[in-house]
């Protein structure tokens, strides 16, 4: 027990001392627009950009800003979509369903491969491994032992296979020097691993490298190198596996998605998610789907995060030193943070004065510290009394700090302070150049003389002042930047990063770091504008210091420090736009051209900004041909009103200004000249305009009549519903068990549910009046029904209400008494006839322009409830939903805006019923 205790309190000793580094950043796609609670099946990427996900309930369509269920109306729309495949031949997009179906999509266009020649259970699912493409030909293999041929977009060949075979064939997809080993042994020993009992089945997925290869299937994984080839059952199943630039990536179920970098330690991220799909784009991006429809987007898995408050970092030659507001100070080695110190006062900047010398400053101290083999010793201290430390720059053995009042100088040598110039204005920036010290005020720039003494050099208002590697820069109220080099030469720039922490000049490039991240800028030719790239694994950071150690880009932000290598660093890219129109003719680079016919006044165009790497997305800007007016478009679309005849021309570009060519994009929209009206039109149209008068009375008196008829119906359903609510027999057993716990003299038990009988009764009564009530209300007469219910079946089920935080419940209106019913049905006909105890689960949330309302049980399932039901001899009695559902049809004739009701049979890998969800999607109603 003393050895475990010693080993547990070295532990906590030597822990805050080494900080590994963390996980790469991940964007979460669910929350700009998420998808239905789906299963992500597979994920391509086409040749325009577009990203493609095959989910359990059809084909999305992603551009980075919205998904777009594709092929509506169609055979496509809500099949259960295994697998998908970009033709490298025509770039079009193959679509294969887990029953084996299969479409081509080529220039929007969807075409069905083979109707009536499909599997119809799930073994149909492609092996997403197995596709293969000649000139002529597309083939796969299926889960369910079959291989697909196809030949100019039609079904020619369905044939039988094993494993045996399939396997060999994915063994050709290694690198050559693997092939003849692996086969070798899947041939000796496929067919016992196979038939272990230690094996489960699952996804078939495989890569190689120069060093090892690797099969996984199912919890089976097979790895060969040079030496030995080896295999081993895992207790979970891996779903998922891909390998980029010599990392591994697994998605492992119950664990989470593991990432394996060569020589390093594995880490584990998404560990709340299951990974069902990986993919790597065509930027090496990494795109992770899981089973609920969450996407997932991982920048750069080369990345580390180091998860610590640091206040300042300082480099020099191989030397790298972090400092914490407490005063710990840390030194970085081999991408390996260790503790070597601790000051005794709050450390704001440090700041090497040589190779062994480090500047350690606070609010109103400094500590010159020599460093040694990262052993720390203290050379001299000081403190300011009457001032505090804002900015400081060093100059041949002499401290310079500004505050509230005045200049401070510090000197090495003789360790001592002296005041310096007092100006009329305190000092807001400090830094020094070509052997002088340049400080800036709000009345310009000044200069420290020899004398000591403060002149003004220049009127120019500066907004920050820095320096590196003998570069000035110099930002002034309009967003120019001067650089100063150390020739005394100046340039001037227009720059659009804002609220710039520090400048940091590296060979031949600037490193800004700024509030929204830190951006990569080089010296442009002949341009006014600094060439500068947002680094996208710091897009959205406040980045406070950027640095170069070791071939690694370091950057310093509030909540850690983030390391990338340089020579992967991802710029921003610029966003590209794809326009979609029915009238879209062609298009070409930065052109778009659209044919509208002579009729056609109002023309929309869907924009997509395609880039999903970006964390923020820019403003569109549009003008017209040869106009100087420049509008900002709201919205991913542009809608052309009163077009006129002939040509006419748009620009549209992220730049604001129109100065730069490379962004703009040209728009040509063409429409057909029409015929000067005549006299016979225009009588003509008068005869039409008052028929459709007269057809429109019609039509409004007969629409009137139909309301008030479907408002009496609806009344006579609201009698049926308050009937429904107040069943005697749910009353009869409610005051049974209430009976029940008075005679087992449990008062307070009796009150309580005597309390919310009387609750419920209340709220049927009142809410039988109203057309609509509060969710509040229907959610609170829900509840009250439950816990009745929980007191007459005992422990027989268990409920859930997760509401979403945006949804304002007191607000928000609902017809009275439309999710009991269905709640009911889940409790009545699936909960308490399954053996065990059941669970019912209710989700509110926002989707689009409505509010969805998800119950979910996991009871017996629709196909036992109605066998049960014809067995009973019940198959024709009318149940609550059936009334609910006829209230629906009502409110849907009586409103423009619909009530929508979705069942699912949820059903396990092996065909079981498990459980029925209810989707009842409702317009937004407030009160």
């Known amino acids: 027990m003393q050895i475990r205790n010693l080993l547990i309190t070295l532990i906590f000793l030597i822990a805050p001392y080494l900080l590994p580094g963390q996980p790469p950043r991940v964007i979460n796609f669910d929350n700009i627009e998420a998808l239905p609670q789906v299963r992500i099946n597979d994920i391509a990427q086409d040749y325009k950009g577009f990203v493609w996900l095959a989910t359990s309930k059809g084909l999305y369509q992603f551009d980075g800003r919205k998904h777009k269920l594709y092929g509506r109306s169609t055979t496509l729309e809500y099949s259960n979509i295994a697998a998908l495949y970009v ?33 119809a259970t799930s073994k149909g699912a492609p092996i997403q491994h197995s596709f293969k493409e000649t000139d002529t030909t597309l083939s796969f293999y299926t889960y369910g032992l079959e291989e697909y041929t196809f030949s100019n977009g039609s079904l020619v060949t369905k044939d039988t296979v094993n494993y045996l075979s399939i396997a060999f064939d994915l063994v050709k997809n290694l690198k050559s020097q693997w092939q003849q080993k692996v086969a070798l042994f899947l041939q000796l020993n496929l067919v016992d691993l196979y038939n272990d009992k230690r094996f489960k089945k699952g996804n078939i997925m495989l890569f190689s ?148 010398k480090l500047l350690v400053l ?19 201290k000081a403190s300011l009394k009457h001032d505090h430390i804002n900015k400081y720059s060093v100059l041949e053995n002499q401290i310079f700090t500004i505050g509230t009042n005045g200049l401070n100088v510090y000197s090495i040598d003789s360790a001592r302070w002296k005041k310096k110039c007092l100006p009329k204005k305190h000092f807001t920036n400090i830094s020094n150049h070509r052997g002088n010290i340049i400080i800036t005020n709000d009345n310009g720039i000044w200069e420290l003389n020899n004398e000591g003494k403060c002149h003004k050099i220049s009127n120019q208002r500066v907004v920050s002042l820095g320096q590196s590697n003998k570069t000035l820069f110099l930002r002034d109220t309009q967003n120019k930047i001067s650089i100063i080099n150390e020739k005394d030469e100046k340039s001037i720039y ?20 700024t509030s929204e991240g830190a951006f990569i800028c080089s010296i442009p030719n002949k341009k006014t504008w600094l060439n500068c790239d947002l680094i996208n694994e710091t897009a959205g950071l406040n980045i406070k210091k950027t640095i170069i150690y070791n071939n690694k880009l370091y950057a310093l932000h509030k909540n850690g420090l983030l390391s990338v290598p340089f020579d992967k660093i991802k710029r921003q890219q610029q966003y590209r736009l794809q326009l979609n129109s029915p009238y879209l003719t062609r298009h070409k680079q930065r052109e778009f051209f659209f044919n509208v016919d002579k ?42 009103s009163k077009l006129s005849r002939g040509v006419s021309q748009l620009q549209l570009s992220f730049d604001p200004t129109f100065n730069e060519s490379e962004q703009i994009y040209h728009v040509i929209i063409k429409k057909e000249k029409q015929l000067h009206q005549t006299l016979a039109f225009q009588i003509g149209s008068l005869v039409v305009f008052f028929g459709l008068i007269l057809l429109f009375l019609r039509h409004r008196i007969k629409t009137i009549k139909q309301k008030n008829t479907l408002e009496a119906a609806q009344i006579a359903q609201m009698q049926t519903v308050l009937q429904q609510q107040m069943n005697p027999h749910f009353i009869f057993n409610s005051l049974t068990s209430i009976n029940h716990f008075i005679l087992q003299n449990k008062a307070m038990d009796s009150s309580r549910y005597l309390t919310k009988f009387s609750v419920l009764i209340r709220n049927i009564l009142d809410n039988s009046k109203e057309a609509l009530i509060p969710l509040a209300e229907e959610l609170e007469t829900l509840k009250v029904y439950l816990d009745l219910e929980l007191l007459r079946f005992k422990d027989r089920f268990t409920y859930s209400i997760n509401l979403a935080p945006d949804i304002d419940k007191n607000r928000l209106m609902l017809p009275p008494f439309i999710l009991q019913p269905f709640v009911e049905s889940a409790l009545r006909e699936g909960i308490i006839n399954k053996p065990g105890k059941g669970n019912i689960l209710l989700n509110i949330r ?67 019923a498990i459980g029925t969800k209810v989707i009842l999607s409702f317009p937004i109603n407030y009160k």
């Open 87 to 119: 033709s490298k031949l025509d770039s079009s997009l193959w679509v294969t369903a887990t029953n084996g179906r299969a479409w081509q999509i080529k220039n929007t266009k969807i075409k069905s491969l083979n109707k009536g020649q499909y599997s």
């Open 209 to 356: 490298n120069g060093n090892q290869a690797t099969i996984s299937f199912g919890n089976l994984t097979i790895t060969a190198n040079s030496e030995e080839i080896k295999y081993s059952f895992s207790t979970n199943i891996i779903l998922e596996m891909i390998q980029v630039e010599g990392t591994v990536l697994k998605s492992i179920s119950g664990i989470g998605l593991i990432i394996q970098r060569p020589e390093q330690n594995p880490d584990t991220i998404l560990t709340n998610h299951t990974i069902t799909k990986l993919f790597a784009d065509r930027k090496n991006g990494i795109w992770a789907g899981s089973d609920n429809g969450d996407l997932f987007y991982i920048q750069n898995i080369e990345s580390d995060h180091y998860q610590y408050p640091f206040s300042d970092i300082a480099t020099y030659k191989s030397k790298v030193v972090l400092s914490e507001k407490s005063g710990a100070l840390y030194a970085l080695e081999d991408s390996k943070i260790k503790q070597i110190g601790k000051i005794p006062f709050q450390v704001n900047r440090l700041h090497f004065i040589d190779s062994n």
């Open 362 to 380: 606070g609010e109103r101290k400094i500590h010159l510290l020599l460093m040694e083999n990262n052993n720390l010793k203290l050379l001299q």
């Open 494 to 513: 227009k720059i659009k990063p804002k609220a710039i922490n520090s400048i940091e000049k590296h060979d031949s490039i600037f490193l800004i770091s």
């Open 599 to 640: 009729n056609t006044e109002n023309l929309n165009i869907e924009i997509n900004k395609l880039n999903f790497t970006n964390s923020t997305e820019p403003k569109l800007y549009y003008k017209l041909h040869n106009d100087t007016a420049i509008y900002a478009l709201s919205e991913n679309y542009l809608a052309i």
């Open 846 to 912: 926002y989707v689009k322009s409505s509010i969805q309302c998800t119950i979910i049980d996991d009871g017996i399932g629709r196909p036992d409830v109605f066998e049960q039901h014809t067995q009973k001899g019940k198959i024709n009695v009318k149940n609550g939903t059936h009334i609910a559902e006829q209230r629906i049809d009502l409110y849907n004739k009586l409103k423009s805006r619909k009530i929508s009701v979705q069942k699912e049979d949820m059903i396990n890998h092996e065909g079981n």
